[in-house]
């Protein structure tokens, strides 16, 4: 897959992770302490907090060969869950040390878990619908022809299948 195409995809997929992370921390915080979100300055640094934590980390873990918009549903989740995992440990690291980890309980902290790897599953895995519908529909890929000897057809097909990207249409074989 091109990068540049990549790069674009993987920042609205940042993006809309960003959001489902906002949601989810605001939808904990209604539905433990039934509270508005804007009351306490603490609520606000902890998201900000964890939507800069989310942030790094899905940049540090980012692998150039493992494109996101080629992985399997499975692969997928299994991604989600390791990024947040990762979020809520670093971020209960955070409450500790600045000691403001008695404002949040763990039933907080298991429900912003569970909606935030749901919404973020759910999210990109629309995403990479809208994203498959773009490439093959809208002609935006690239064509491509193979040539290869007859015995190998079945062989260079599925490879080509697999390894490359949705931006390549496989028009014909000589």
Request: proline share 0%; aromatic share 14%; glycine share 4%.
């Amino acid at each position: 897959m091109r990068n540049d195409i990549y790069k674009g995809w993987r920042n609205v997929i940042r993006l809309a992770d960003s959001a489902c992370i906002i949601c989810s921390f605001l939808l904990a915080i209604y539905i433990r302490r039934n509270q508005n979100f804007f009351e306490g300055k603490e609520y606000q640094t902890a998201l900000f907090v964890l939507v800069l934590l989310y942030i790094f980390i899905d940049k540090l873990r980012e692998n150039k060969e493992d494109k996101i918009l080629s992985r399997g549903y499975l692969k997928e989740l299994s991604s989600v869950i390791q990024n947040q995992g990762i979020v809520i440990l670093i971020w209960f690291a955070y409450l500790f040390v600045v000691k403001e980890s008695e404002l949040y309980s763990r039933l907080i902290m298991i429900n912003f878990f569970i909606l935030s790897v749901s919404s973020i599953y759910v999210a990109r895995c629309y995403i990479k619908l809208l994203a498959f519908i773009k490439f093959k529909k809208k002609g935006e890929a690239r064509e491509c022809l193979v040539i290869t000897v007859r015995d190998r057809v079945e062989e260079i097909v599925d490879n080509f299948t697999k390894k490359q990207g949705w931006d390549v249409n496989l028009v014909g074989l000589i």
